[in-house]
């Protein structure tokens, strides 16, 4: 069983940057991170192989990057020119080795216009 904790969601203003991590305690394929907005499905964010492929939602092309240390088992998310649209809470997902899939408790990101 994989556990994975989430941090740096915060209230932060219209253009302002976050940075999200999660750590996961066991070596891990594929990390990705999604988000739910209020009232709205959890939709794929970003995602990382091992390898380091990327990919990314359309809406956040160009302001949002997520990387990762595999020697930590962590995956970060940078996000910058954060929007009010971009509030909601923000769930860090796996592929462990044997591709179990895990997610996270979820990281409250608030943005104030």
């Known amino acids: 069983q994989v556990q994975l904790v989430e941090s740096g969601g915060r209230l932060v203003q219209a253009g302002g940057s976050l940075r999200l991590s999660c750590a996961a305690s066991d070596r891990i394929l594929i990390m990705g991170w999604y988000h739910q907005a209020p009232g709205k499905q959890r939709e794929l964010v970003a995602r990382i192989t091992s390898g380091g492929s990327v990919n990314y939602a359309d809406s956040v092309k160009g302001r949002f990057t997520i990387s990762r240390d595999n020697a930590k088992n962590t995956a970060y998310l940078q996000m910058n020119s954060l929007k009010p649209e971009d509030t909601g809470v923000y769930y860090c997902?796996?592929?462990?080795?044997?591709?179990?899939?895990?997610w996270g408790q979820g990281t409250q990101v608030t943005v104030s216009s």
């Open positions: 997902n796996v592929d462990d080795v044997w591709r179990r899939n895990y």
